[in-house]
């Protein structure tokens, strides 16, 4: 079945230290997009992209990097520069042209103690 | 810029009851709009989406929505909810480009048996 596989689904690092989090999809989507969920708000737009080696930010991007080298992946590094890196991870992807929902991962949930 | 409210954090109701949740928004044109449900550690499902015509739109698992451009609303309803329906729900605007998708922050339902 087609569908997005964001792995890990928990995810523990220390202060200081970068992390990857995987998106991978195979609906054969153009665009891929990483949102941010925190309790009582959510969510929030980090970056996405619409083609292949291209990608924009969305809202809150800082302290956050992507990269789009295939269709079907879209890593998200949290670096150490995101003041707040603890929260559930969204991955989502849709077909390329307007109107077209979102599909969603499980997420990860990320702890940065 | 726009924006989305969804008034009610929390609502419970009784198994068998209807329901309706709220939503508003903030767009200067016509919106794409959108209904996405949660379980809990999970990723985003769609429930339904309007981009015009019928203001009345149908859903999967039994919900439907309707728009009202007057009140600037797309509210969520279920004539009889169902224990599973326990869920958090978040409305969505979308932007004509379609790379940009602004949520609400969501409404959590109990469903007490």
């Known amino acids: 079945d087609g569908g997005i596989t964001q792995s890990p689904k928990y995810l523990f690092r220390k202060e200081g230290q970068n992390v990857t989090l995987s998106c991978e999809q195979n609906l054969n989507h153009d665009a891929m997009y990483w949102y941010r969920q925190d309790p009582g708000q959510g969510l929030r737009l980090i970056y996405y992209s619409q083609i292949v080696n291209d990608f924009q930010k969305g809202d809150i991007a800082e302290g956050y990097s992507v990269s789009r080298e295939k269709k079907e992946s879209f890593p998200l590094t949290v670096t150490s520069a995101q003041k707040n890196p603890t929260a559930f991870y969204l991955c989502?992807?849709?077909?390329?042209?307007?109107?077209?929902?979102?599909?969603f991962g499980n997420g990860t949930r990320l702890t940065v103690t | 810029a726009q924006s989305v409210t969804q008034p009610d954090i929390h609502i419970t109701v009784s198994e068998g009851a209807s329901l309706e949740l709220r939503c508003n928004y903030s767009?200067?044109?016509?919106?794409?709009l959108f209904w996405y449900v949660q379980s809990p550690g999970q990723g985003l499902q769609l429930l339904l989406k309007y981009f015009s015509g019928d203001t009345l739109v149908q859903g999967i698992k039994g919900f439907e929505a309707e728009f009202k451009r007057s009140q600037s609303s797309f509210n969520l309803r279920k004539p009889s909810v169902h224990w599973s329906d326990a869920a958090e729900y978040f409305c969505?605007?979308?932007?004509?480009?379609?790379?940009?998708?602004?949520f609400g922050p969501g409404t959590s339902l109990s469903v007490i048996p």
């Open positions: 969505a605007v979308g932007e004509t480009s379609y790379d940009k998708v602004i």
């Open positions: 767009y200067g044109a016509t919106p794409y």
């Open positions: 989502a992807s849709s077909k390329h042209r307007e109107n077209s929902p979102l599909h």
